[in-house]
């Protein structure tokens, strides 16, 4: 037995199917019950509670479709968090909010910088190029020697 004074687990047990012959039984069963007659007074009163609304349904036809819908306060601020998302966006895709500003800022810095590095790279391979060809040069004088 497991500590504490638990009982064991249920992850061994086999597994019991009800046939469908018995679930029509029972269903058939619970009809009978729902259909038996009331005992007592139950049958012959009729109670009614007055401040209950009864629900009308109405047709298809009866709804209108074409008036104003009343929207939830839910589904007010829903639509006009939305609108002013594509607000805030049509601006900063027009480079007009702060944050649009400080990253077309960023942008250009990264873009000198990446100019100034790709600048530098080609002088130093220039550099390298012009002295291996003054090397060889020199080092074709020396054999000729």
């Known amino acids: 037995m497991p500590k504490g004074g638990r009982k064991g687990g249920h ?16 269903l058939q069963a619970e009809k009978q019950k729902a259909n038996q007659k009331r005992k007592g007074v139950e049958g012959l009163i009729d109670i009614e509670n007055p401040n209950r609304v009864a629900q009308t349904t109405k047709k298809v036809t009866q709804l209108d479709l074409d008036g104003p819908k009343e929207l939830s306060r839910r589904e007010r ?11 805030y966006m049509k601006m900063h895709l027009a480079g007009k909010t702060e944050q649009a500003k400080a990253d077309l800022a960023r942008l250009a810095i990264i873009r000198k ?33």
Request: net charge positive; charged share 50%.
């Open 77 to 87: 601020e829903e639509i006009e968090k939305q609108k002013a998302k594509e607000r």
């Open 11 to 26: 992850k061994g047990r086999v597994r019991q199917y009800t046939s469908p012959e018995e679930i029509d039984a029972q």
């Open 113 to 145: 910088q990446r100019e100034e590095a790709a600048r530098k790279k080609e002088e130093e391979r220039k550099a390298k190029d012009d002295a291996t060809l003054s090397g060889k040069r020199m080092q074709s004088l020396s054999l000729n020697k």
